[in-house]
């Protein structure tokens, strides 16, 4: 939900405008020396290393905006005092992470993830050890960036895109007869790059929300930043009740959260598709870092109906075997709003696009194509009836109706999935 700026935001954005006219009417300083935090142990801050790693810098970097002020990372670590983010500007995404060191548990499945991640970094940077049992701060931020680009990369095989499909002057997008619009900008047709800033503590995270958001909320937040076109996810490992703290299960959350910000932004965001999709997607990419990890969407005042069942193969099989209780497709693919919608519609959403994935790759290009960047002649938004707009783009992409639906995905589900 995206919420008007509070009047706190606006002072801090006056503050900020005068501290930027203050400092252009002073000579710049002897650059200052860097606090050892801020020298990552593993590239040393040498450019040579960054640009092997594929990071374009270690910041000051561009964070978004208050009103019409854009904010930098600079801003907010002034703002966040005595909290030590780590700031990393990759291809496709500007991150800030403040995260503790995380000693990796003796379980062989994490420490097998951790140690294959790692040896991947140790690729491009070196002086990583790939077996490492430790993850210091530093480690963690190069593992998110790592993440984040993984999920990019995933999201534009699954669309059929490359980086040179979209428009890369965001100033010159002009209206072309006949040509398929793309959006406004080159990441995924955003203007520009999606933002991760993840926390430590709760209250330097709802700190942050309130000055810069103009809202206070105990949950992972995603905004949309419209005068910089750019897409944020923030979240602190205190929120869910403390189960972020485990490392697998917000790099889960990250993936839930991230991949629902790739699908927003993608031919550029001007309205919200349906809560099946967006939701569905979601669980799909998360499940995919481990299943036994989920997240939920949910309002502050409407907690998600969430369970430990992490199993969906055989629990889907069996509500679709037994007759079980959950929303037919007609119905689930209307919803608006994710406040109401059962554990039981969870696994269902997440089962029924996992479903439309499995078949050829051009049908689900075809269908996010149709219902995700709508436009009129004059490349004006349209979002008029979106749910017609979804039913259609079904019957076009994969030759079925919205009555047909259930009875097809019913019969994959129970040739695919386990009993148990």
Do not use: C
């Amino acid at each position: 939900m995206k919420l008007v700026h509070t009047a706190v935001a606006w002072l801090l954005a006056l503050a900020m405008a005068g501290a930027a006219l203050a400092q252009a009417a002073t000579p710049t300083p002897k650059e200052e020396k860097l606090p050892k935090w801020r020298i990552d142990p593993y590239t040393r801050n040498e450019p040579e290393a960054l640009a092997k790693a594929g990071y374009v810098s270690f910041g000051p970097l561009p964070f978004g905006h208050v009103g019409v002020n854009p904010v930098q990372s600079s801003h907010i670590d002034e703002f966040s005092q005595f909290v030590q983010i780590l700031w990393i500007e990759t291809r496709h995404f500007r991150l800030g992470i403040n995260l503790p060191k995380w000693t990796v548990p003796f379980d062989p499945e994490t420490r097998a993830k951790i140690r294959k991640e790692l040896e991947r970094l140790a690729e491009k940077i070196p002086r990583i050890d790939p077996k490492a049992k430790v993850l210091d701060p530093w480690l963690r931020a190069h593992l998110f960036a790592q993440r984040v680009e993984d999920i990019y990369d995933e999201f534009q095989k699954l669309s059929g895109t490359k980086d040179e499909d979209w428009p890369q002057d965001p100033d010159k997008v002009v209206i072309s007869p006949g040509a398929r619009y793309m959006g406004q900008g080159p990441f995924l047709g955003m203007k520009d790059k999606y933002l991760l800033l993840l926390w430590d503590k709760e209250g330097s995270h709802r700190g942050f929300m309130k000055a810069y958001l103009g809202r206070d909320s105990r949950f992972g937040q995603r905004w949309h930043f419209k005068e910089t076109s750019s897409l944020l996810y923030t979240v602190s490992i205190e929120s869910e009740e403390g189960r972020l703290k485990h490392d697998t299960a917000l790099h889960g959350n990250v993936a839930f959260n991230v991949s629902q910000n790739l699908l927003d932004g993608f031919r550029f965001y001007s309205y919200d598709l349906p809560v099946w999709i967006r939701e569905g997607l979601g669980h799909w990419f998360e499940r995919r870092v481990d299943p036994k990890w989920n997240t939920f969407d949910q309002n502050e005042g409407s907690p998600a109906d969430m369970k430990n069942t992490w199993k969906w193969e055989p629990y889907t099989r069996n509500l679709v075997v037994t007759g079980g209780k959950f929303a037919p497709f007609a119905e689930a693919f209307t919803w608006r709003d994710f406040g109401k919608i059962t554990f039981n519609d969870h696994v269902a959403i997440w089962s029924r696009i996992d479903w439309l994935l499995q078949q050829e790759p051009e049908r689900w290009q075809n269908f996010l194509f149709e219902i995700k960047g709508r436009v009129t002649k004059d490349w004006k938004p349209d979002q008029e009836d979106l749910v017609g707009a979804t039913r259609e783009a079904l019957q076009k992409a994969y030759g079925f109706s919205v009555l047909q639906f259930d009875q097809k995905w019913g019969e994959w589900v129970r040739a695919t999935y386990p009993a148990q």
